[in-house]
């Protein structure tokens, strides 16, 4: 039987301000959001943008529009990383949007919301089981579930607020634009 760990976000000045309302009923759910992409964005040195940018993930939003069912679309997928000599976090999660895009044909605006709505939900996870119960903050497992669910909902009308294109240039510019306004914490369109 295999077990998880939580690893809780690093106690540095960029993570005060999501710790301490993350969860919480009279925080919008907006504001949390855009806390945690401020401060994982901020986080080691700011590697997240440009893991997310890269155009390995573009080439992956491109397998995302072709009709082709999940495994073949996972061996696209193992294709193309292996060619990049490198395993990170972030592929991960793209191999999860690429899945649930493929499955539900959702396409590449489907392949950028899912990619950014696991990125949203793996960092809220890293906190929330320690704030269950926690005066002010969610009262029970099934509560930080709906508020993770919640919070990929709001990442997802951001990533759907702008069209993504997979090409080099367009695929950076298109991360860049959709954080942009996750950390703004307003679609502006």
Not at 44 to 64: F, H, K, S, Y
Request: glycine share 6%; net charge positive; hydrophobic share 35%.
């Amino acid at each position: 039987m295999g077990t998880s760990v939580n690893k809780a976000s690093p106690l540095t000045p960029s993570w005060s301000i999501p710790r301490a309302i993350l969860g919480r009923s009279d925080i919008d759910i907006n504001r949390q959001s855009q806390e945690l992409w401020k401060a994982a964005l901020s986080d080691r040195d700011g590697v997240l943008l440009n893991e997310l940018a890269q155009p390995t993930i573009g080439q992956i939003c491109m397998v995302a529009n072709k009709k082709i069912n999940p495994i073949d679309a996972v061996k696209e997928f193992d294709n193309i990383i292996s060619r990049t000599g490198r395993a990170s976090l972030v592929f991960d999660i793209a191999k999860r949007a690429l899945v649930r895009s493929i499955s539900n044909s959702t396409g590449s605006v489907g392949f950028a919301s899912e990619l950014f709505s696991e990125v949203v939900s793996y960092y809220a996870s890293r906190d929330l089981p320690s704030f269950i119960g926690k005066h002010g903050r969610i009262s029970s497992p099934i509560e930080s579930i709906k508020l993770k669910r919640m919070l990929r909902e709001n990442v997802k009308s951001y990533a759907t607020s702008i069209k993504p294109r997979t090409d080099r240039k367009g695929w950076k510019d298109y991360v860049k634009k959709v954080t942009d306004r996750m950390v703004r914490g307003g679609i502006m369109k």
